[in-house]
């Protein structure tokens, strides 16, 4: 584990939103056969959890600029830091009463993530890592997979849902990636997809139209546990750019080459 004071701010305020996250998930089954549908009360669990999130690390660290998915973004007195918020991670498995889902937190430093922590409330697994201290699940130290063949890749990615763009593109990235891998994965969360990747349990992730509350913790999570992390056509900034790709040094390569095929006409 790291033991600093930034992770215990940050695992402390996570730990805090997840209680209110776990009560709410128990409902959801009973919502799900109502008329009204559980829609209207998802939103509220998601807004609870992010005002619990904010309000304990503006205790912690005053000034820190915060980037939030529901309220937005808030300029703070330090310029130099930002949190960037994603309450509930997963919201539509969430919704479905699927449990697997997620609370993210980033802390962005002079433009660098720095530090990240992604907690499963349902699985009791913690995510963190700080630069230079590594990257850890609960007490586990994490590395990426180092697998080197496409073939034996299990590839992480997201899908294009009803009203996003793009779908013809991710139509034909799709078709590039799954007939050279061992397979292709959609579980409904970024920032877990890039935990996993850091955990070795998938090789590869990649998603266009992110936001950077999806990514934030997550890169420096996967970069502490060895990976690179760059966005889809390969360029270093993927909190600029709002897409992700990520892996060990040798999949990451092949997947950017795959992703950077021409698109056909």
Known sequence: ?????????????????????????????NLQVSRKGPGNFVSAAD????????????????????????????????TTHRWHIDPLDGTTNFLHGIPHFCISVGLERDGQMVAGVI????????????????????????RVASRRDMADAVVYCGLPHLGRPAHPRFLQEIASVMTVSAGLRRMGSAALDMAYVAAGRADLYWERDLQTWDMAAGIAI???AGGFVSDCDGGSDPMTTLSVCCGNEVLHRELLGLLRKPLAR
Do not use: C, Q
């Open 222 to 224: 996967v970069r502490e």
């Open 1 to 29: 584990m790291i033991r600093s004071p930034l992770m215990t701010v940050m695992t402390e305020a996570v730990m805090k939103a997840a209680r209110s996250l776990k009560r709410d998930f128990g409902e959801v089954e």
């Open 47 to 78: 807004h609870r959890a992010e005002e619990i999130l904010r309000g304990a690390l503006e205790k912690a660290r005053p000034g820190y600029g915060l980037v939030m998915e529901e309220t937005g973004t808030i300029e703070g007195t330090d």
């Open 119 to 142: 907690y499963d409330p349902i699985k009791d697994e913690l995510f963190m890592a700080e630069r230079g201290k590594g990257a850890y699940l609960n007490n586990r130290r994490l």
